[in-house]
């Protein structure tokens, strides 16, 4: 009991205060109304003051008057005091202290006067009230209550049955069953009943069943019969039996529980009257079995979906019906109602929410609403909730709809007034629902339309303190959307309306949270329900019959199929779809113009689809051999691009995802942005492009839609908008270009590393030409505003983003273009002046104004040294100037608007088109050929501007503080081989670039030595360049080829359009160019001696390629030849050598390689078409030394990449030679350095006035050499004697033709020296150019060998003419041991390396020079003479000594074939670096055998034999001097023999083999 512990004051002090203070704390206890605590306030207060008088602590008498007073505060009182007695009873009546226990009895016998017996008697023991006086016998009473017990709780009380008394019992129910319209109430009901039960002794039990069973009759009458009940029952438990006894006589199967009797179990458990615990454990059946049940149902749904997808055999197709027939046997004897489900069902209809609840969830999700009548009921009740609220926010303008009737039920749930009531019972009610709202479409609208109207009052509402609230309503309507609305969707029969009703919803979400919404629906959605699971199965099964079907010819039908398939389970139709285009690539076309059904939600479904399908991580997105893209990849591109043109899908989440593969480092998708670009706004990036097409490329946007792509670039003006909108609104532009633009080198050293070259190169391109596509797409659709605003300043883009220069300038150059030309818009408008010059004032002016900043920005993207060549103003107009800018292609403006005459033309004679169509399309195109021919006048203008532009800044362009090599080499490395692989355009516009510089007569640009660094080199470009950048390297090789054919093809364009031109002087004088002064220009014959020098060298380069074996080189050189095919080859020998190199490789790539096969042949047919237009060496170029000149000159600058340009006054040629050595130096970055010797041999300089020295042995060393490495070759060729004979027949052929030619010389014939000499440099640039390539381990083609056989016939005739300052003698002692050193070289070493030659070259270039500077033409008459009469007496001398070279030959022949046994492996390795491959060379047959000039040959030897012995005689004072000590000069010939050595050792084996083939 609690304790109220009293104050000890109290008791002390009791007559004086402390009485009055218990008795005043008494009342306000009582007067407190604490829901019952009082009492127990109360019961502690009189506890303390009873068990103070058991103790002793006050006398009985004072406390029993206390007691006695405060019987008057409350009724209760006496009962409260006897609770009191009886806990105190209990307690004293266990002590041992007999005086405590008086004392209790005394207390309780002084408050009998004021406390009942009767109570007493009721809570106190029998031993107490026996020695209270109040019983007589406490024995006699024990057996009197067991006696009333056992009357009470044990003897049964019978009462009459209804078959005893029915009277009783009728009387009953025709008192139920009276009409209650009147003023009948239940209470007089009540008491007529109670009257029947008396009088005809009923059973009470019996007349509440009957009461129910009236009930249930007349369930209408529900508070009448409540309220009785309620007044009639006190024991809720009994009641509950009673229902459970009646639904328990319908459990047995085959009957059925009337709906009536759930009826009045609802109402009960709605008035609370019964408990559903109570109730609930009487309904059938049991928790456990609904559950088996739920699982059974899943398990065969999920067999049912096996059945569909899987394919079976006719036998199981019989053993499969029986066993449906035996289970339909077995559902013939229906089982009992589900009774829970049915009271659910009437709970639902009578608005009982929360106990409804509580039954669905003792139940599987979803399994109670997968019943039709309970979905019903419950989206019933929804109805009812929602129905204020849309009426208010969610009824279309101008729809009426139907008002419901509220429930008068009080309990059910209240209808929602706002948004934030939904909270309450709605989205619950929703959830239980789940994917059975489809039985209720138009609630499924209702509630969308609710969620479009919290949408825009979601976007509109900005206060904060309403955010939150907000945000969780937004969460519910996501929620609801995932696991209700689509759902449902997906059971409803092909219903569009909805879709697009859902749509209207869904559109206003952001894409991330629909594509998460798709992706639920799609993966998890399906397996959680037996309906949904059969739904899946059927409409796979579905789609896989369309889609067997779907042809070209049946879209149609097929189309609408997939889009009533489409309307209820899109996610699951478009997986299906796009796994068999993943397959079958031809069914896109089909399958696109299928999709025209569709509702707007199908196609963001069918978006989401294609980028899960892209993002699948269990697929490659590489073919097994890892080198090209997986088919099904570009399948999905392909079908991406088709899709999104055609209809009108969001692009955001494509562009998001593309964007994020690029963050991450990965390029494979790039392919999928390239298509949609592509297909949506008609931009084509191709490779293969015709002429016709790149010429249209070059004009106005107009211009480029009509010719330059292959397809019509009609209608995609909407689609390209679509496409700008999403870019913009997502802010995903100038990402996408900087991560492309990144992303180009983090294909190579990031993405590359494991990666086979091949699909690395394909990625690069992909990469690099998605850049330029987008880029372009950006440029012509974006606004002036949009594009300035979003693109940043040069400087920022290169050193912020790190964006390659060559990508950051093509972004940038729009822009400029924009801007220079609203400039000029500006200025033209601020002074009114129409005439052309002011016009173009203005112009230069705008240009000034917006490109200033630019030549400051890009200081930044180069060091400082860079700028002492190039003006930033000329890098700047480098890059940001287009081929629009600088020609105008007029042939494709007239081309277009020819066919658009020929179209009207068409359209007019055709008499099958209707008028009103005719008068269309002749309007569509008179107004295209308008606007072509004013945008070519347009451009016509333009480029006029453009041009004087150019013209006022040339001057200042080039400021050559070093050397016009290095100029010329900045040019190239930073200009035009970045640009010229970028695009094809830019390919065209780099070659022009080019031309118009050299037409301006640009100060300090040299032309020659501009064209001869990009023709003498091309081995190592095009070994670095990726599939794509071949074409367009081969496309600028070919426009750089057109302009030096034009030359080359006829005096008078030569003369027009080079002579006097600052690019083609060949001696740059100290005071500055002066065009009057022949002598410095390159005469017509020997720019056609150039023209051929670069033939030959593209020959040698392509021949090296396609000798490597490596699949980068011969791909790439085959691609580069077929773009020059127009212009190359030229020269028969150098196409036979081309095409016999080209066979061998169609023959051995043929199983090998199939890609290069096919390349290969191609090239080859088109080659030997082009043999017809090929002309024999002696017409490309007079190799007959021409008439002697008056003028000396040089053509340093012209044919070698590493030429020296001399001037007149010594100190200007001092200045030029030391440019010259840092020329050679910077011509090295295309070559590898053998060594150190031949670096340093290579630099050769003549500073000391004998320049004629120098130039003669220069000469004859190349002879020299070029005849002992011929005896050389004869020694190391595994020949056999045939061959050994042919070729001192063939040595004899060459000495007479030498001496023929040697007898024309004494006859007095002149020949001019600069022409000599120029043709001796180009013969030595060539060997040594064959030299380098043999010692780089690459073997010297046949082409090259034939090449330099007809050029040495002309330097015998040379070196006579011009060798006379040395006596041979000194030479010829030291010759024979020279040779064996010679040879021993040889054979231990491959031959000498590129790099040494190139060096070479320029010494070579540079003697002559020298020569020319010293020596009158007096003197050099006397010197020619003089050596035609050494040239004499050296042939003897050669003659004998070759004999004796003829056994050493042998011998070394002998050798070599024991080796080539011994290891073939390492011979052949050997072989092929040294030339002397002879399977090679018999598959490669040398041009030069085709040669008719026999005579020349016979002088060639002599002049070879003569040479030997001065080249041997040099080398031994060499070697006598030691290496450290020797001369320039001596080091420089040293360098020319190796040189040559190489050439001739290989000429003489192709020769050979060919013979011996």
Same mark, same amino acid.
């Given at each position: 009991?609690?304790?109220?512990?009293?104050?000890?004051?109290?008791?002390?002090?009791?007559?004086?205060?402390?009485?009055? @203070?218990?008795?005043?704390?008494?009342?306000?206890?009582?007067?407190?109304?604490?829901?019952?605590?009082?009492?127990?306030?109360?019961?502690?207060?009189?506890?303390?003051?009873?068990?103070?008088?058991?103790?002793?602590?006050?006398?009985?008498?004072?406390?029993?008057?206390?007691?006695?007073?405060?019987?008057?505060?409350?009724?209760?009182?006496?009962?409260?005091?006897?609770?009191?007695?009886?806990?105190?009873?209990?307690?004293?009546?266990?002590?041992?202290?007999?005086?405590?226990?008086?004392?209790?009895?005394?207390?309780?016998?002084?408050?009998?006067?004021?406390?009942?017996?009767?109570?007493?008697?009721?809570?106190?023991?029998?031993?107490?009230?026996?020695?209270?006086?109040?019983?007589?016998?406490?024995?006699?009473?024990?057996?009197?209550?067991?006696?009333?017990?056992?009357?009470?709780?044990?003897?049964?009380?019978?009462?009459?049955?209804?078959?005893?008394?029915?009277?009783?019992?009728?009387?009953?129910?025709?008192?139920?069953?009276?009409?209650?319209? $009147?003023?009948?109430?239940?209470?007089?009901? /009540?008491?007529?009943?109670?009257?029947?039960?008396?009088?005809?002794?009923?059973?009470?039990?019996?007349?509440?069943?009957?009461?129910?069973?009236?009930?249930?009759?007349?369930?209408?009458?529900?508070?009448?019969?409540?309220?009785?009940?309620?007044?009639?029952?006190?024991?809720?438990?009994?009641?509950?039996?009673?229902?459970?006894?009646?639904?328990?006589?319908?459990?047995?199967?085959?009957?059925?529980?009337?709906?009536?009797?759930?009826?009045?179990?609802?109402?009960?458990?709605?008035?609370?009257?019964?408990?559903?615990?109570?109730?609930?454990?009487?309904?059938?059946?049991?928790?456990?079995?609904?559950?088996?049940?739920?699982?059974?149902?899943?398990?065969?749904?999920?067999?049912?979906?096996?059945?569909?997808?899987?394919?079976?055999?006719?036998?199981?197709?019989?053993?499969?019906?029986?066993?449906?027939?035996?289970?339909?046997?077995?559902?013939?004897?229906?089982?009992?109602?589900?009774?829970?489900?049915?009271?659910?069902?009437?709970?639902?209809?009578?608005?009982?929410?929360?106990?409804? =609840?509580?039954?669905?969830?003792?139940?599987?999700?979803?399994?109670?609403?997968?019943?039709?009548?309970?979905?019903?009921?419950?989206?019933?009740?929804?109805?009812?909730?929602?129905?204020?609220?849309?009426?208010?926010?969610?009824?279309?303008?101008?729809?009426?709809?139907?008002?419901?009737?509220?429930?008068?039920?009080?309990?059910?749930?209240?209808?929602?007034?706002?948004?934030?009531?939904?909270?309450?019972?709605?989205?619950?009610?929703?959830?239980?629902?789940?994917?059975?709202?489809?039985?209720?479409?138009?609630?499924?609208?209702?509630? &969308?339309?609710?969620?479009?109207?919290?949408?825009?009052?979601?976007?509109?509402?900005?206060?904060?303190?309403?955010?939150?609230?907000?945000?969780?309503?937004?969460?519910?309507?996501?929620?609801?959307?995932?696991?209700?609305?689509?759902?449902?969707?997906?059971?409803?029969?092909?219903?569009?309306?909805?879709?697009?009703?859902?749509?209207?919803?869904?559109?206003?979400?952001?894409?991330?949270?629909?594509?998460?919404?798709?992706?639920?629906?799609?993966?998890?959605?399906?397996?959680?329900?037996?309906?949904?699971?059969?739904?899946?199965?059927?409409?796979?099964?579905?789609?896989?019959?369309?889609?067997?079907?779907?042809?070209?010819?049946?879209?149609?039908?097929?189309?609408?199929?997939?889009?009533?398939?489409?309307?209820?389970?899109?996610?699951?139709?478009?997986?299906?779809?796009?796994?068999?285009?993943?397959?079958?690539?031809?069914?896109?076309?089909?399958?696109?113009?299928?999709?025209?059904?569709?509702?707007?939600?199908?196609?963001?479904?069918?978006?989401?689809?294609?980028?899960?399908?892209?993002?699948?991580?269990?697929?490659?997105?590489?073919?097994?051999?890892?080198?090209?893209?997986?088919?099904?990849?570009?399948?999905?591109?392909?079908?991406?691009?088709?899709?999104?043109?055609?209809?009108?899908?969001?692009?955001?989440?494509?562009?998001?995802?593309?964007?994020?593969?690029?963050?991450? $480092?990965?390029?494979?998708?790039?392919?999928?942005?390239?298509?949609?670009?592509?297909?949506?706004?008609?931009?084509?990036?191709?490779?293969?492009?015709?002429?016709?097409?790149?010429?249209?490329?070059? $004009?106005?946007?107009? /211009?480029?839609?009509?010719?330059?792509?292959?397809? =019509?670039?009609?209608?995609?003006?909407?689609?390209?908008?679509?496409?700008?909108?999403?870019?913009?609104?997502?802010?995903?532009?100038?990402?996408?270009?900087?991560?492309?633009?990144?992303?180009?080198?983090?294909?190579?050293?990031? @993405?590359?590393?494991?990666?086979?070259?091949?699909?690395?190169?394909?990625?690069?391109?992909?990469?690099?030409?998605?850049?330029?596509?987008?880029?372009?797409?950006?440029?012509?659709?974006?606004?002036?505003?949009?594009?300035?605003?979003?693109?940043?300043?040069?400087?920022?883009?290169?050193? =912020?983003?790190?964006?390659?220069?060559?990508?950051?300038?093509?972004?940038?150059?729009?822009?400029?273009?924009?801007?220079?030309?609203?400039?000029?818009?500006?200025?033209?408008?601020?002074?009114?002046?129409?005439?052309?010059?002011?016009?173009?004032?203005?112009?230069?002016?705008?240009?000034?104004?917006?490109?200033?900043?630019?030549?400051?920005? &890009?200081?930044?993207?180069?060091?400082?040294?860079?700028?002492?060549?190039?003006?930033?103003?000329?890098?700047?107009?480098?890059?940001?100037?287009?081929?629009?800018?600088?020609?105008?292609?007029?042939?494709?403006?007239?081309?277009?608007?020819?066919?658009?005459?020929?179209?009207?033309?068409?359209?007019?004679?055709?008499?099958?088109?209707?008028?009103?169509?005719?008068?269309?399309?002749?309007?569509?195109?008179?107004?295209?050929?308008?606007?072509?021919?004013?945008?070519?006048?347009?451009?016509?203008?333009?480029?006029?501007?453009?041009?004087?532009?150019?013209?006022?800044?040339?001057?200042?362009?080039?400021?050559?503080?070093?050397?016009?090599?290095?100029?010329?080499?900045?040019?190239?490395?930073?200009?035009?081989?970045?640009?010229?692989?970028?695009?094809?355009?830019?390919?065209?516009?780099?070659?022009?670039?080019?031309?118009?510089?050299?037409?301006?007569?640009?100060?300090?640009?040299?032309?020659?030595?501009?064209?001869?660094?990009?023709?003498?080199?091309?081995?190592?470009?095009?070994?670095?360049?990726?599939?794509?950048?071949?074409?367009?390297?081969?496309?600028?090789?070919?426009?750089?080829?057109?302009?030096?054919?034009?030359?080359?093809?006829?005096?008078?364009?030569?003369?027009?359009?080079?002579?006097?031109?600052?690019?083609?002087?060949?001696?740059?004088?100290?005071?500055?160019?002066?065009?009057?002064?022949?002598?410095?220009?390159?005469?017509?014959?020997?720019?056609?001696?150039?023209?051929?020098?670069?033939?030959?060298?593209?020959?040698?380069?392509?021949?090296?390629?396609?000798?490597?074996?490596?699949?980068?080189?011969?791909?790439?050189?085959?691609?580069?030849?077929?773009?020059?095919?127009?212009?190359?080859?030229?020269?028969?020998?150098?196409?036979?050598? /081309?095409?016999?190199?080209?066979?061998?490789?169609?023959?051995?790539?043929?199983?090998?390689?199939?890609?290069?096969?096919?390349?290969?042949?191609?090239?080859?047919?088109?080659?030997?078409?082009?043999?017809?237009?090929?002309?024999?060496?002696?017409?490309?170029?007079?190799?007959?030394?021409?008439?002697?000149?008056?003028?000396?000159?040089?053509?340093?600058?012209?044919?070698?990449?590493?030429?020296?340009?001399?001037?007149?006054?010594?100190?200007?040629?001092?200045?030029?030679?030391?440019?010259?050595?840092?020329?050679?130096?910077?011509?090295?970055?295309?070559?590898?350095?053998?060594?150190?010797?031949?670096?340093?041999?290579?630099?050769?300089?003549?500073?000391?006035?004998? $320049?004629?020295?120098?130039?003669?042995?220069?000469?004859?060393?190349?002879?020299?050499?070029?005849?002992?490495?011929?005896? @050389?070759?004869?020694?190391?060729?595994?020949?056999?004697?045939?061959?050994?004979?042919?070729?001192?027949?063939?040595?004899?052929?060459?000495?007479?033709?030498?001496?023929?030619?040697?007898?024309?010389?004494?006859?007095?014939?002149?020949?001019?020296?600069?022409?000599?000499?120029?043709?001796?440099?180009?013969?030595?640039?060539?060997?040594?150019?064959?030299?380098?390539?043999?010692?780089?381990?690459? #073997?010297?083609?046949?082409?090259?060998?034939?090449?330099?056989?007809?050029?040495?016939?002309?330097?015998?005739?040379?070196?006579?003419?011009?060798?006379?300052?040395?006596?041979?003698?000194?030479?010829?002692?030291?010759?024979?041991?020279?040779?064996?050193?010679?040879?021993?070289?040889?054979?231990?070493?491959?031959?000498?390396?590129?790099?040494?030659?190139?060096?070479?070259?320029?010494?070579?270039?540079?003697?002559?020079?020298?020569?020319?500077?010293?020596?009158?033409?007096?003197?050099?008459?006397?010197?020619?003479?003089?050596?035609?009469?050494?040239?004499?007496?050296?042939?003897? =001398?050669?003659?004998?000594?070759?004999?004796?070279? @003829?056994?050493?030959?042998?011998?070394?022949?002998?050798?070599?074939?024991?080796?080539?046994?011994?290891?073939?492996?390492?011979?052949?390795?050997?072989?092929?670096?040294?030339?002397?491959?002879?399977?090679?060379?018999?598959?490669?047959?040398?041009?030069?055998?085709?040669? #008719?000039?026999?005579?020349?040959?016979?002088?060639?030897?002599?002049?070879?034999?003569?040479?030997?012995?001065?080249?041997?005689?040099?080398?031994?004072?060499?070697?006598?001097?030691?290496?450290?000590?020797?001369?320039?000069?001596?080091?420089?010939?040293?360098?020319?023999?190796?040189?040559?050595?190489?050439?001739?050792?290989?000429?003489?084996?192709?020769?050979?083999?060919?013979?011996?083939?």
């Amino acid at each position: 009991m609690a304790t109220l512990i009293l104050p000890g004051e109290w008791i002390k002090n009791w007559e004086k205060s402390g009485k009055h @203070e218990f008795v005043q704390l008494c009342k306000e206890l009582t007067e407190k109304t604490d829901h019952g605590n009082e009492t127990k306030d109360i019961q502690a207060a009189l506890y303390e003051v009873c068990s103070q008088v058991v103790q002793g602590n006050l006398k009985i008498d004072l406390v029993s008057a206390v007691l006695g007073e405060m019987m008057e505060l409350r009724d209760d009182l006496p009962s409260i005091l006897a609770d009191v007695f009886c806990i105190l009873d209990l307690e004293t009546g266990a002590l041992e202290e007999k005086n405590k226990r008086d004392h209790y009895t005394h207390l309780v016998g002084a408050c009998l006067s004021f406390v009942p017996e009767a109570i007493l008697k009721e809570r106190l023991d029998p031993e107490t009230l026996e020695s209270l006086g109040l019983i007589k016998q406490a024995h006699q009473f024990n057996q009197k209550i067991v006696k009333i017990k056992t009357k009470l709780f044990y003897k049964q009380q019978k009462f009459n049955l209804l078959r005893e008394e029915n009277e009783g019992y009728a009387k009953l129910i025709t008192e139920l069953g009276q009409d209650l319209s $009147g003023n009948i109430t239940s209470n007089l009901v /009540l008491e007529s009943i109670k009257s029947l039960i008396g009088c005809f002794n009923l059973d009470p039990n019996r007349v509440l069943d009957i009461i129910l069973e009236v009930y249930e009759s007349r369930s209408e009458q529900d508070e009448f019969f409540l309220s009785l009940i309620k007044s009639y029952m006190c024991e809720p438990i009994t009641l509950c039996h009673i229902l459970g006894f009646k639904f328990k006589f319908y459990q047995e199967p085959n009957e059925e529980t009337p709906k009536s009797l759930y009826h009045i179990a609802a109402a009960l458990l709605n008035y609370k009257l019964i408990e559903l615990e109570d109730l609930y454990v009487h309904l059938m059946p049991v928790d456990a079995t609904i559950v088996e049940e739920h699982k059974r149902e899943i398990s065969e749904a999920k067999q049912i979906a096996r059945k569909l997808v899987t394919v079976v055999l006719p036998s199981e197709k019989s053993e499969d019906k029986e066993k449906e027939k035996e289970k339909e046997e077995e559902k013939n004897e229906k089982p009992p109602d589900n009774q829970k489900l049915g009271l659910l069902e009437a709970l639902l209809r009578i608005g009982d929410w929360h106990h409804a =609840q509580s039954i669905m969830d003792q139940m599987p999700s979803f399994y109670a609403t997968s019943h039709k009548a309970i979905a019903l009921a419950l989206c019933q009740l929804v109805h009812l909730t929602v129905e204020p609220l849309y009426r208010r926010a969610g009824v279309p303008k101008g729809a009426k709809g139907c008002a419901l009737q509220p429930l008068k039920n009080k309990r059910a749930p209240q209808p929602t007034e706002s948004f934030e009531d939904l909270r309450k019972d709605t989205f619950s009610m929703l959830c239980y629902l789940g994917p059975h709202l489809s039985h209720d479409p138009i609630l499924f609208a209702k509630i &969308v339309r609710l969620g479009k109207s919290f949408m825009k009052e979601y976007q509109t509402d900005g206060r904060p303190e309403v955010k939150d609230k907000m945000e969780i309503l937004l969460s519910c309507f996501l929620s609801i959307a995932d696991q209700v609305l689509l759902p449902s969707l997906s059971l409803m029969e092909c219903n569009a309306c909805m879709s697009e009703e859902l749509w209207g919803l869904f559109k206003l979400f952001p894409y991330q949270h629909r594509y998460r919404l798709y992706g639920q629906w799609k993966n998890e959605t399906y397996s959680g329900h037996p309906l949904l699971v059969k739904v899946k199965a059927q409409t796979v099964e579905r789609a896989r019959y369309i889609m067997k079907r779907l042809t070209k010819e049946n879209i149609k039908q097929s189309g609408r199929q997939i889009g009533k398939l489409s309307h209820s389970n899109p996610t699951i139709l478009f997986d299906y779809m796009l796994s068999q285009i993943q397959w079958y690539d031809n069914l896109i076309v089909p399958v696109v113009d299928s999709l025209k059904y569709l509702t707007s939600l199908n196609y963001d479904v069918l978006a989401y689809c294609i980028i899960e399908a892209l993002a699948n991580p269990e697929k490659e997105k590489m073919k097994h051999d890892d080198t090209t893209l997986s088919l099904w990849l570009q399948s999905l591109a392909s079908l991406c691009g088709a899709v999104f043109r055609k209809y009108p899908i969001e692009l955001a989440g494509l562009l998001q995802y593309v964007t994020n593969q690029l963050k991450a $480092g990965k390029s494979f998708d790039l392919l999928i942005l390239k298509e949609v670009v592509q297909k949506m706004a008609g931009i084509e990036i191709t490779d293969e492009m015709t002429s016709e097409q790149l010429e249209a490329m070059t $004009g106005g946007e107009q /211009l480029k839609a009509e010719g330059g792509y292959f397809g =019509q670039i009609r209608n995609t003006k909407k689609s390209s908008q679509r496409l700008k909108d999403a870019l913009l609104d997502h802010e995903l532009a100038l990402p996408l270009c900087l991560l492309m633009a990144q992303q180009r080198n983090g294909v190579v050293f990031l @993405e590359g590393g494991e990666k086979h070259l091949k699909l690395v190169g394909h990625l690069y391109d992909q990469c690099h030409d998605t850049l330029v596509q987008f880029g372009g797409f950006l440029a012509s659709n974006l606004s002036t505003e949009d594009y300035i605003k979003r693109v940043p300043s040069i400087d920022i883009l290169c050193n =912020q983003f790190h964006t390659p220069h060559d990508a950051a300038f093509f972004l940038s150059r729009p822009m400029y273009a924009h801007q220079i030309l609203s400039k000029y818009e500006e200025l033209k408008k601020a002074e009114k002046g129409n005439r052309q010059q002011q016009k173009v004032t203005k112009y230069v002016a705008a240009c000034e104004q917006v490109m200033t900043p630019v030549h400051e920005a &890009v200081m930044s993207l180069h060091p400082a040294r860079v700028w002492d060549d190039l003006r930033p103003q000329f890098y700047a107009t480098f890059w940001s100037l287009t081929m629009y800018d600088l020609a105008v292609p007029h042939a494709a403006y007239e081309r277009e608007v020819n066919k658009l005459k020929a179209q009207i033309k068409a359209i007019e004679e055709n008499s099958e088109i209707p008028l009103n169509k005719k008068k269309k399309e002749k309007e569509r195109c008179t107004a295209l050929q308008e606007k072509l021919q004013e945008e070519e006048k347009k451009q016509m203008e333009h480029v006029q501007r453009v041009l004087h532009r150019l013209k006022l800044e040339k001057d200042s362009w080039l400021l050559t503080k070093s050397t016009k090599n290095e100029t010329i080499t900045k040019f190239l490395q930073l200009c035009l081989f970045p640009r010229c692989i970028f695009s094809s355009i830019d390919a065209v516009y780099c070659a022009r670039f080019v031309e118009l510089v050299h037409q301006q007569k640009t100060p300090n640009f040299c032309t020659l030595l501009c064209y001869d660094r990009v023709f003498s080199a091309i081995i190592y470009t095009v070994a670095s360049c990726t599939e794509n950048e071949s074409h367009r390297y081969g496309r600028f090789l070919c426009c750089m080829l057109e302009t030096v054919t034009r030359w080359h093809s006829n005096r008078a364009v030569y003369e027009k359009e080079c002579v006097n031109y600052p690019g083609f002087l060949t001696i740059f004088r100290a005071a500055g160019f002066d065009g009057g002064n022949k002598a410095d220009q390159l005469d017509y014959e020997n720019f056609r001696h150039v023209v051929h020098k670069w033939h030959y060298m593209l020959t040698k380069a392509s021949v090296h390629c396609l000798e490597t074996g490596d699949y980068t080189h011969i791909r790439n050189i085959l691609i580069v030849l077929t773009k020059i095919l127009p212009c190359y080859p030229k020269v028969l020998n150098l196409g036979q050598a /081309l095409e016999c190199r080209v066979h061998k490789i169609c023959l051995e790539e043929k199983d090998k390689r199939p890609d290069l096969y096919a390349l290969a042949m191609g090239y080859s047919g088109r080659l030997k078409s082009q043999k017809v237009h090929m002309v024999p060496e002696n017409e490309f170029h007079h190799k007959d030394q021409p008439a002697r000149s008056a003028t000396p000159a040089s053509q340093q600058n012209g044919p070698g990449s590493t030429g020296k340009l001399t001037a007149n006054t010594s100190k200007t040629e001092e200045g030029g030679f030391e440019d010259g050595d840092r020329v050679k130096d910077k011509s090295q970055g295309t070559t590898k350095p053998v060594n150190k010797a031949n670096s340093t041999a290579a630099k050769v300089t003549t500073s000391n006035g004998n $320049g004629a020295l120098n130039s003669t042995k220069a000469v004859k060393d190349d002879k020299e050499k070029s005849g002992k490495e011929k005896k @050389e070759k004869k020694e190391k060729t595994p020949g056999s004697t045939p061959e050994t004979k042919t070729e001192n027949r063939r040595e004899k052929q060459r000495d007479e033709r030498a001496g023929k030619e040697e007898r024309l010389l004494r006859e007095g014939k002149e020949k001019t020296p600069k022409a000599d000499r120029e043709k001796v440099k180009l013969d030595e640039k060539s060997g040594k150019d064959d030299k380098a390539k043999a010692g780089n381990g690459e #073997p010297v083609e046949p082409a090259r060998d034939a090449v330099k056989e007809s050029k040495n016939k002309e330097k015998g005739d040379r070196n006579a003419a011009t060798a006379t300052l040395k006596s041979p003698n000194p030479r010829s002692d030291s010759a024979e041991s020279e040779r064996d050193h010679k040879r021993r070289k040889l054979d231990s070493h491959s031959s000498p390396s590129h790099s040494s030659s190139v060096k070479d070259s320029s010494n070579e270039l540079k003697d002559p020079t020298t020569k020319q500077i010293n020596f009158n033409s007096v003197a050099r008459s006397k010197s020619r003479e003089r050596e035609v009469e050494k040239k004499d007496t050296e042939s003897v =001398q050669g003659r004998s000594k070759e004999k004796k070279e @003829e056994k050493e030959r042998k011998e070394r022949k002998r050798d070599h074939g024991v080796n080539d046994r011994e290891a073939s492996q390492e011979s052949k390795r050997r072989k092929d670096e040294n030339g002397t491959n002879s399977s090679k060379n018999s598959q490669s047959a040398s041009p030069s055998c085709d040669s #008719p000039l026999t005579p020349e040959k016979e002088k060639t030897k002599r002049s070879k034999s003569s040479s030997k012995e001065k080249a041997e005689s040099v080398k031994a004072e060499r070697t006598s001097s030691g290496g450290k000590k020797e001369s320039r000069h001596e080091k420089s010939e040293k360098k020319e023999k190796r040189d040559s050595a190489g050439g001739k050792e290989e000429k003489k084996h192709h020769k050979s083999s060919d013979k011996h083939r």
